[in-house]
């Protein structure tokens, strides 16, 4: 059993900066590809950006790409998310994900999930 916990999170003003951090515990960290997603109020979760297992490849949403950074180390068995340039639009719930298949924005593709994290961002 995977188990992720996130931290992190919480109100800032829009062009801030803000990290996310996701530990796993449970199971070997490094063949699971990590994710974020967010669920903005009202909304469907949303695929973020994803890291790969061994190689690190990252993808994002076009939303995000170039102002967000996701990340891990293998060490310290986390992942995080560095959000740069917030805009009320990035406001949401922020959820961790793992997945033993490949790199995916799909929901589908992840088994497990942590508890989410609120960023808030005024304008």
């Known amino acids: 059993q995977v188990r992720l916990v996130e931290s992190g999170g919480g109100f800032l003003q829009a062009g801030g900066s803000l990290r996310l951090s996701c530990g796993v515990s449970?199971?070997?960290?490094?063949?699971?590809?990590m994710a974020w997603f967010r669920q903005a109020s009202g909304k469907e979760r949303e695929f973020v950006a994803t890291?790969?297992?061994?190689?690190?490849?990252?993808y994002y949403a076009d939303s995000v790409k170039g102002r967000f950074t996701i990340s891990r180390d293998h060490v310290k068995n986390t992942v995080y998310l560095t959000m740069n340039s917030l805009k009320p639009d990035d406001t949401a719930v922020y959820y961790c994900?793992?997945?033993?298949?490949?790199?995916?924005?799909?929901?589908?593709?992840?088994?497990?999930w942590g508890q989410g994290r609120q960023v808030a961002v005024s304008s």
């Open positions: 994900a793992a997945g033993a298949g490949g790199p995916s924005g799909r929901r589908g593709e992840y088994a497990y």
């Open positions: 449970g199971d070997t960290f490094r063949p699971y590809a």
């Open positions: 890291i790969t297992g061994s190689d690190g490849n990252t």
